[in-house]
T-cell receptor, first 111, second 113 residues
């Protein structure tokens, strides 16, 4: 069965620092990949998605992610974080109509 | 306003009691899902339904039950058989079952006393 690993449980950065959150999935073949974000007190929302085509996908608020098939990875990046990026970030993989989530990474950005 | 409504937002129950969490969507989505969110464990799938009158177990279905009698409604019952029911429960829906693009409700926090 598919599983998703997020290696960083809690990341603390200062504003303007660069961000990279790791995500690896276990199952090969065709995959649909997602990053979701949960801001404090808000519901989970889609940040970006990869279905096919260009492996570098761009999402909302300046986030991007790169799909590397050979590494089973879909890391999330942002060149310069802001205090408002403080949130919990979840990587997810679609398997047969089910979305399998990673453990989540809590990002704290210091002003 | 279109979206997913979960109720109640907070719920307390005594051990041995069943409790039902409501989830309603007006997005005309076919698929609906229930997840459980625990700190450090991410979201784990409890049950999902791709069409009315049909649903499938997720990864942690034991101690839970669901029904899907209407397209817009997918209530979750946390039974007394669930050994560790205190958690944050999230309901979600998607237009097509296989896209993975989920829309989430605001969640229901259940505390068992």
């Amino acid at each position: 069965a598919q599983s998703v690993s997020q290696h960083n449980h809690h990341v603390i950065l200062s504003e303007a620092a660069s961000l990279e959150l790791g995500c690896n999935y276990s199952y090969g073949g065709t995959v649909n990949l997602f990053w979701y974000v949960q801001y404090p007190g808000q519901h989970l929302q889609l940040l970006l998605k990869y279905f096919s085509g260009d492996p570098l996908v761009k999402g909302i608020k300046g986030f991007e992610a790169e799909f590397i098939k050979s590494k089973f990875s879909f890391n999330l990046r942002k060149p310069s974080v802001q205090w408002s990026d403080t949130a919990e970030y979840f990587c997810a993989v679609n398997q047969g109509g089910k979305l399998i989530f990673g453990q989540g990474t809590e990002l704290s950005v210091k002003p | 306003d279109g979206g997913i409504t979960q109720s109640p937002k907070y719920l307390f129950r005594k051990e041995g009691q069943n409790v039902t969490l409501s989830c309603e969507q007006n997005l005309n989505h076919d698929a609906m899902y229930w997840y459980r969110q625990d700190p450090g464990q991410g979201l784990r799938l409890i049950y999902y339904s791709q069409i009315v009158n049909d649903f499938q177990k997720g990864d942690i279905a034991e101690g839970y039950s669901v029904s899907r009698e209407k397209k817009e409604s997918f209530p979750l019952t946390v039974t007394s058989a669930q050994k560790n029911p205190t958690a944050f429960y999230l309901c979600a829906s998607s237009h097509l079952a296989n896209t993975g693009e989920l829309f989430f409700g605001e969640g229901s926090r259940l505390t068992v006393l």
